[in-house]
């Protein structure tokens, strides 16, 4: 019984990653949705947008998921050495061809000194790689933080969470109807995306009853709900794409992700492999990374040569799984060559 609930955690971590990696791309390819205007495009992608906007939230859950507990299989010391290999290095790497491509491309100028320090420092090279640098600040949090990731906290790990939804997805709510509250209130420990770090811990640990689990479902639906009439509502009445609900710590994005990893952490995946090789969908999950830090440089050789331009609806649909495919294979191609694969997440 053990062996098969290991196996089940593994696999619910391969598919989440393939799912967030996925979900990346399209709400990349859904970007419309920031030009409002009353036609079934805007609708599509304001459907794309929030069905997939799970993506980060899973990306930092697996994160907590796999790295909370890193004191039980190595050293701090050897945690920063595999992390700056894992993410450092194709950090660097990828912001210097973010930066460079556009010269191959479009013919642009070189960039200069300040464009590569700004690369590196100041997400200069393409506005995705935001996330890389909120992924180092939990990096360099995770020495602290994993001392709290033991079985005897689960209930102040809990409480953290529950914490961290009332001050950034209820308290936004309560200041825009009914006024400001002073910010220094809020506590330092709920700040950022540790929540969804933590969250990702608290699901691979939780013994949820089923009637808990359906509940935590159900407000996962409504808050999808929420988030695509909400956002349409807001949007609406204003006149220009209104983002309340988009917010990755709203009150709607924090219920549909946390009941998503729910979901995926109690789905029998073991029948899925009657279909798909276990193999396959391993090596789809490895490439994740991979697929985050190349997806963009597709899309802009789209950009140029317009290859859906009169065809937007088709390119929200279809691009997005050509793009996946096209980076999976790409990634597990670079990944088998000896040097180049330290520059492949």
């Known amino acids: 019984m053990e062996q098969t609930t290991e196996r089940r955690r593994l696999d619910y971590i391969d598919f989440a990653n393939i799912a967030a990696a996925f979900a990346v791309i399209c709400l990349h390819c859904s970007g419309g949705v920031s030009h409002y205007e009353e036609d079934r495009r805007w609708y599509l992608a304001l459907l794309i947008q929030t069905v997939m906007h799970f993506a980060v939230p899973v990306f930092f859950m697996i994160t907590g998921t796999t790295l909370l507990e890193y004191r039980k299989r190595y050293s701090t010391k050897t945690f920063f050495k595999k992390r700056a290999l894992r993410a450092g290095i194709p950090f ?94 809020k506590p330092v420990i709920v700040g950022g995306y540790l929540s969804y770090v933590f969250l990702g811990w608290l699901i691979r640990n939780e013994r949820y009853s089923k009637k808990t689990r359906l509940l935590i479902y159900a407000a996962g639906i409504c808050s999808t709900i929420l988030m695509f009439f909400g956002t349409w509502a807001f949007t609406r009445q204003s006149g220009a794409v209104d983002g309340f609900f988009m917010e990755y710590n709203s009150i709607a994005c924090f219920p549909m992700s946390a009941a998503l990893m729910l979901a995926f952490k109690h789905f029998p995946w073991e029948k899925v492999y009657r279909f798909i090789p276990q193999k396959l969908v391993t090596k789809a999950a490895g490439a994740g990374l991979g697929v985050y830090v190349m997806h963009m440089l597709v899309l802009q050789v789209n ?37 180049v694969r330290r520059l492949i997440p």
């Not at 602290?144 to 990731?149: E, I």
């Open 92 to 185: 660097l790497f990828w912001s210097v061809v973010y930066l460079l491509f556009p010269v191959l491309l479009y013919q642009n100028p070189f960039p200069d000194f300040t464009a590569f320090r700004d690369a590196i420092l100041n997400n200069g090279a393409t506005n995705i790689f935001w996330f890389f640098y909120a992924l180092f600040g939990v990096y360099l949090a995770m020495p602290v933080l994993s001392l709290l990731a033991k079985p005897e906290n689960f209930k102040s790990i809990e409480y953290l969470c529950l914490l961290s939804f009332a001050f950034n997805a209820l308290l936004p709510v309560f200041t825009r109807y009914v006024g400001p509250v002073y910010v220094e209130l």
């Open 303 to 339: 950009e140029k040569y317009g290859w859906f331009d009169n065809h937007p609806m088709y390119y929200m649909v279809f691009m997005p799984i050509l793009t996946y495919v096209f980076c999976v294979l790409l990634t597990c191609l670079l990944q088998k060559i000896p040097v």
